[in-house]
């Protein structure tokens, strides 16, 4: 399934074939200058990776899985934009920070747009299709955790819905620092 924006931006799944762009991608949103708020993992570990890792996870979190979907906005030109991957969640395992997960639910990480790409609704198109894939496999919820000093991933998150739970754990390359959880709950 591929949505296509007003301004011409293709959103879809990825596949198992786009793995070098997914690894670029990857690469270039851990370069941005907000990356030590927004992203766990360090551009240095993420380069340091095997082409078999990028390959498994396209295939993993591409078209056909059922446990992680990530998507990609692709601009007019070929390149592509941005991306939003949701995991789900199960009731009865434990998440990233080790807290119990009580009810299945999508989990949205990566969240990444390219400078140049930002302020045009391209985080509102993918934001749409990564949620709407959660309903589709049931989650009762998508959640995220934003850094609480990135400000704005907060105002872009409240403005697609998202509000803050109230769980906020330690953010795990700083300790002095926190993770606050934002939900957005299924319609009824």
């Not at 591929?2 to 762009?21: C, F, K, L, S």
């Not at 240095?44 to 082409?51: F, K, Q, S």
């Not at 998507?71 to 434990?94: C, K, M, N, Q, Y």
Request: hydrophobic share 40%; aromatic share 10%.
């Amino acid at each position: 399934m591929t949505a296509v924006t007003e301004n011409g931006y293709a959103v879809r799944a990825i596949r198992p074939e786009d793995w070098e762009r997914v690894k670029q991608l990857r690469l270039d949103a851990l370069r941005d200058p907000i990356a030590h708020l927004a992203f766990l993992e360090t551009y240095e570990n993420a380069a340091g990776n095997p082409d078999s890792f990028w390959q498994d996870r396209a295939t993993g979190s591409g078209e056909g899985s059922t446990t992680a979907h990530q998507f990609i906005a692709e601009a007019p030109d070929g390149t592509w934009a941005g991306s939003v991957t949701v995991l789900l969640e199960e009731a009865g395992t434990r998440d990233w920070a080790g807290n119990a997960v009580e009810r299945r639910q999508g989990h949205a990480v990566g969240v990444f747009v390219r400078p140049e790409h930002r302020g045009n609704g391209l985080i509102d198109a993918l934001f749409a299709t990564g949620v709407a894939w959660a309903w589709e496999q049931d989650a009762t919820c998508v959640r995220l955790f934003v850094h609480e000093e990135n400000t704005r991933a907060q105002t872009a998150y409240r403005r697609l819905g998202f509000a803050p739970s109230g769980l906020v754990v330690s953010f795990s390359k700083d300790e002095t620092a926190n993770e606050l959880e934002f939900v957005l709950e299924r319609p009824a």
